[in-house]
């Protein structure tokens, strides 16, 4: 029957060798030849737009890669999705989105009027701009453009 | 022998109450809007009342852990604590950062990054709260003679719990590795170090309430947490499958992972054997109650339902969904809510004399919340398929969908009312114990 001294040397050996072994991983990962995210694409524009996006807690309803609140549409192809949906204006209509100073309601569900500058509204689009071309191993596909519009949407949008 | 100093774990826990019950005003106001009637929007957002019901889920949490620990340290170490009077200086800190935190946070006074908004000159704050408790624990344990596992498991977790919080406050430019820090702090806590802190009161507890000899339950104990690393650190690849990381993550976060359950699944077991083990029948049948159903229940939510979306190929439509909120929430409730449930119950007669050990109120309450839980979760599961099926396999529109999955969310509302009258019966009860006293404290001991 397994002693104390056994049950211990089994958490303290099994907690010690997966930690190594995460750590290496975790190493292995972020190195650069095994780089997914298009890294060097990172420019001012993007980094400035991550924060505009955690300053305002833009995760907190939407998700990006997948993380975040779940009571806003997912935004990690956000910019070929709504370029598909108005016709090549997708970039645009971010901005405006952003820009709005009034009560914003897409779709019947609130969004908080942030009254961007010009200047920061195109910042989160860069930010929007190298998230989308990230190689998110398939999940990039799983929430990209092959989305079907239904009739019902596309009325309410040409309205 | 007495530990008048282990009255302090009261308040600790008292504020615990306090925090839960204003998470879960957040939570409604969440859940309304979900269900499409949102006309809190312009004073409290969306983003705003998630923040707040993630974060006092944390702040609670942790006050009822502290508690645990400065309740369970003097009793397993047979001595006071170091220094009461910092104690209560840790308290009072904890509440006003906490409490900053929150009224920060409906200004747009935030980090932004999910779990971990609390903003950065806070997080300094923090750091320094915890160093204060664990220099207390720490020292306690260090003067004492008597080092048991239960207490060095319960010390440990709290000291790595500390101590992974840093890892979140490292700046980076790309929001992959940002994000991929972000788990080494939310996974390696609540699905590893947190676990330690788990077990270490489900230990005390157990040795309290059964009888069953110290050396077999502290035992079990290392099995239990020497499985949860061992699935657990590796399982947090379960969060680097889709995020912009190498495909190594799909196998290993896929093993590692679907391993997870087995730590909860010998949790369950192990505090059932020790139940029907113990010769020892305490009286405190509610004590009972919440220390087995933290153990079943985390097995449940953590466990099995984590299970359900945890492989990389249901993973892949699932992340970022509904499905999740399921999982979190009876995770939650399961694994930290009711064990911190759990430690009150016992500890409570103990510390005020009043020895309301069985009462209707107190039995209703356990039901009530767990009926309800369960019913959330149900409701959650239920919109979260429907949305990975609409959503991501259908294609249809993200917002089409919301409308159509609102009618859960009403579901949900109607038994998260259950859940809440449970909730506010544990706090009658927990009211009707009064305050503690030292002679409650001699008695006992």
Known sequence: MLSKKQARAFFLGGTLVTFLIFIGLTIFSLSKDVDQTNHENITPAVVRGKEIW??????????????????????????????????????????????????WQPNGRKMVAYGMTEAEASDVVAFFKWIGEIDLNGFGDVVGVDRKISPLAKDKNNK | MKYKSQKVAYWFFALSMLLFGLQIVYGF??????????????????????????????VWLLSGFMGAAYYIIPEESQRELVSVKLAYVQLISLALVGVAAIIGFHFNIWEGRKFLEI?????????????????????????SKRRTTTS?????????????????????????????????VVHLWVEGVWELIMGGILSFLLIKLTGVDREVIEKWLYVIVGLTFLSGVLGTGHH?????????????????????????????????????????KHPNKLALYWTLGAAIV???????LGFAHTLPQTNLYTHGTLVTAMHGHLAFWGAYAM??????????????????????????AFWFSNIGMIGMTVAFGVAGVA???????????????????EVHFMVLIVCATLFTTGVILYMIDFYKHGTPTDEALEIHN
Request: net charge neutral.
């Open chain 1, 54 to 103: 955690e300053t305002n807690n833009c995760m907190g309803c939407h998700t990006i890669l997948g993380e975040g609140g779940y009571y806003a549409p997912e935004l990690t192809k956000v910019i070929d999705r709504l370029n598909l949906k108005y016709n090549g204006q997708g970039e645009q209509v971010i901005k405006s989105i952003l820009m709005s100073e009034g009560p």
């Open chain 2, 29 to 58: 106001i969440m859940g309304f809007a979900h269900a499409g009637y949102d006309g809190l929007h312009e004073i409290i957002p969306f983003n705003t009342a998630k923040a707040v019901h993630l974060n006092l889920l944390v």
């Open chain 2, 119 to 143: 903003p950065r000159g806070l997080d300094y704050l923090v750091v320094v709260n915890v160093l204060l408790f664990l220099g207390i624990i720490l020292l306690t344990l260090f003067k």
């Open chain 2, 152 to 184: 060095l498991v319960l010390s440990m977790g709290l000291l790595f719990a500390a101590l992974l919080y840093l890892p979140g406050m490292l700046p980076f430019d790309s929001q992959v590795t940002d994000s991929f820090f972000r788990w080494w």
């Open chain 2, 240 to 280: 680097y499958y889709y995020i912009g990381v190498n495909k190594i993550w799909l196998v290993v976060g896929g093993i590692f992972s679907a391993l997870e359950p087995l730590a909860f699944l010998a949790m369950a077991l192990f505090a059932v054997n020790m139940y029907r083990k113990g010769e020892k």
């Open chain 2, 298 to 304: 985390s097995f449940v939510g953590a466990g099995l």
């Open chain 2, 339 to 364: 064990i911190v449930l759990a430690i009150i119950s016992y500890s409570l007669p103990n510390m005020t004399g009043r020895k309301l050990y069985d009462s209707t109120i107190g039995r209703m």
């Open chain 2, 387 to 405: 949305q990975v099926y609409l959503e991501r396999i259908m294609k249809i529109d993200f917002m089409e969908v919301q409308k159509l999955t």
